[in-house]
């Protein structure tokens, strides 16, 4: 189901008790207990509780990191039950009108975001659209398993990349190691859109998540 239809059927307070109800079913799939996750998320028992029952937002970062821990994509969250294990079709459709309603927030930060395809079990890929606010925005570099590519649909956005900068125009791109410290931050006036390309990690590789920070970031001239 994609995440505009299951927004107008169950509105912003039904989809949390959705990603909720999927969190609470992989956990006990994996016969993982609320414990374990937080050992390895770093979150409190209390909070990943909180977001079993759809008593509080989860940032995108953490979704990524306990999707990581319980062996999901986060495709799984916004489907009933854990679904299929790899994806055989998948189509999302064009957001009418304002296609800042039907995205999530990523708590903190101004981001806004939407899976559109990939990210259960078996898929090697997953595909997220990404809103940078014009003002406020992530400080800390992150690094996790796999690759990305990152391609900007609008706007200016700088990628900071292992010590490295690369300004990004409309119609650029970039693909990284994702084990490489990075994050990326909007330059312009205006929001920016990106469409992000994960990777997965192949089975040779166990990280203890996906999402993992690694530093604060240096600051840059603009």
Not at 10 to 29: L, P, T
Not at 152 to 181: C, Q, R, W, Y
Not at 191 to 209: I, Q
Request: hydrophobic share 40%.
């Amino acid at each position: 189901m994609a995440l505009e239809d299951l927004l107008s059927q169950e509105g912003v307070s039904g989809v949390a008790e959705q990603i909720g109800d999927s969190m609470r079913a992989a956990r006990k799939a994996a016969g993982r207990t609320l414990s374990d996750v937080a050992g390895e998320t770093g979150l409190s028992e209390s909070f990943l509780s909180k977001i079993e029952r759809g008593h509080a937002n989860c940032s995108l970062a953490n979704l990524i990191q306990i999707c990581a821990v319980l062996g999901i994509g986060m495709d799984n969250l916004f489907s009933k039950g854990l679904g299929a294990q790899r994806t055989n079709v998948s189509v999302h459709r064009a957001m009418p009108g304002n296609p800042g309603a039907v995205m999530l927030d990523v708590e903190s930060t101004g981001y806004k975001f939407r899976p559109l395809a990939g990210g259960k079990m078996r898929d090697d890929l997953e595909i997220i659209h990404l809103v940078f606010p014009s003002k406020s925005g992530m400080e800390t570099m992150v690094s996790h398993a796999g690759q990305e590519h990152c391609y900007v649909l609008s706007g200016s956005v700088e990628f900071l990349v292992d010590g490295s900068t690369h300004i990004l125009n409309a119609g650029d791109g970039i693909m990284i190691d994702s084990k490489l410290p990075h994050l990326a931050r909007n330059r312009g006036k205006d929001s920016a859109h990106v469409l992000m390309t994960v990777a997965m990690a192949g089975s040779k590789e166990s990280p203890p998540d996906w999402w993992s920070v690694v530093g604060p970031t240096t600051k840059t001239n603009r």
